[in-house]
Structures are given as C-alpha cells and as structure tokens.
T-cell receptor, first 112, second 114 residues
Framework: QKEVEQNSGPLSVPEGAIASLNCTYS??????FFWYRQYSGKSPELIMS????GDKEDGRFTAQLNKASQYVSLLIRDSQPSDSATYLC????????????FGTGTRLKVLA | EPEVTQTPSHQVTQMGQEVILRCVPI?????FYWYRQILGQKVEFLVS????????KSEIFDDQFSVERPDGSNFTLKIRSTKLEDSAMYFC????????????FGPGTRLTVL
C-alpha cells in the first residue's frame, strides 16, 4: 500500500517566521511531488511541484526533495496569517499510474 | 486564467437516490480525475479518465459509481443509490497531455446524503 505521511499539526508559528512542513512517502519509485494549500471547505490549490532532488524556490515558498530519504518538505518564509491553512503533500507514484496519493495534511496556524 | 469548474456547489439528496456531479475541465486538458474528501479526512483518488475511457480506478470506485464525458466539455460522476457514507466533498481535476503532470482542482461539490 503506497502511503504519504504528514504530521497533522497544528503547527503554530509567529507571523514573519519560517514554517517548515514535512512529508514522507513509501513508494521509492515516485517521481512527482506536489504541495497544495487547502483552506477550510475549499479545494486544494497548487503551491509547487518538484521532480528532482534539491531545492526549488518560488517566492516565499521553497520545496525540498530528497529521494534517497523519501522525504519532501515545504518551507514558507515570512509567514503571514493568510498562510494559515492545511498543506497537503501529494505524490504521483511510479509511472504507469495516473493518480495522486495525498497525505492527511498539516494544519498551519500563523499567529499575528 | 483557465480553471476547472464544478456544479452544483452543494447537493443534498436522500439515501438511495442517484446524483450526477458535473465538471468542466480546463479546455486543453485531456486527463480528468475525480477525488473525494470525507470531512476531516484525506483527499482520496476515485478514478482517472483519458481518451473516453477509465484509465485507472480505486477500490472505492465500485459499481455504484460511473463517469462519462457526454460532450466535448463536461465530465460527470454519477453515484447510484447513494449511501450516508457517500457524504463528502467531490473534487474534479484535470491535467494537460504531455508537459508537467500537474493536476488542477475544481472548487468541489459538497454532497450531503440524508
């Protein structure tokens, strides 16, 4: 059974701090990794995708991938109260499948 | 910016009734998906659809469920004989053929089965 694991939180950080969100996955052959943000009652909204080992930066967001450790993380710099949401890690397992497997999400609370 | 749309936003039905959830994927996308999210739980894959046929389905997607692309724009999920446990948010997603395999999600339909 392919799994994606996230700490459900809540993760509380003060405004302006760096929030660090982590995700592990079980399928070693996974190739594509995604971070989505989900506000309560809303649909997942894509933040970033990452496919290669290392860091990928987009504005205040940095995704980090370590395939050897089967680990993906998302850093949010200069956290804002509007960043308060649930962050979903999604993994597309080994090629040949079309689906994403989602983690349960980490709830982030940015305190003003 | 193109986006996936879904109707209705909220559907209330009686147990045992049939419902059809509708989605309009992004126009140049060729892969379509349905996911569901029971309140407080993770987003779960139901089915993927490409070239007018199901390409993959989960164990959740049993004979109670069916999908269809009745015309060039709509993509539907039919749930026959709804059960209380079908109450959930249902998300449609789409992605383009080739290029990054990023899926874009619609706003969802909240299905409430009474």
């Amino acid at each position: 059974q392919k799994e994606v694991e996230q700490n459900s939180g809540p993760l509380s950080v003060p405004e302006g701090a760096i929030a660090s969100l982590n995700c592990t996955y079980s399928d070693r052959g996974s190739q594509s990794f995604f971070w989505y943000r989900q506000y309560s009652g809303k649909s997942p909204e894509l933040i970033m995708s990452i496919y290669s080992n290392g860091d990928k930066e987009d504005g205040r967001f940095t995704a980090q991938l370590n395939k050897a450790s089967q680990y993906v993380s998302l850093l949010i710099r200069d956290s804002q109260p509007s960043d308060s949401a649930t962050y979903l890690c999604a993994v597309k397992p080994t090629s040949g499948t079309y689906k994403y497997i989602f983690g349960t999400g980490t709830r982030l609370k940015v305190l003003a | 910016e193109p986006e996936v749309t879904q109707t209705p936003s909220h559907q209330v039905t009686q147990m045992g009734q049939e419902v059809i959830l509708r989605c309009v994927p992004i126009s140049n996308h060729l892969y379509f998906y349905w996911y569901r999210q029971i309140l407080g739980q993770k987003v779960e894959f139901l089915v993927s659809f490409y070239n007018n046929e199901i390409s993959e389905k989960s164990e959740i997607f049993d004979d109670q469920f069916s999908v269809e692309r009745p015309d060039g724009s709509n993509f539907t999920l039919k749930i026959r004989s709804t059960k209380l446990e079908d109450s959930a948010m249902y998300f449609c997603a789409s992605r383009e053929r080739g290029g990054p395999d990023t899926q874009y999600f619609g706003p969802g339909t909240r299905l409430t089965v009474l």
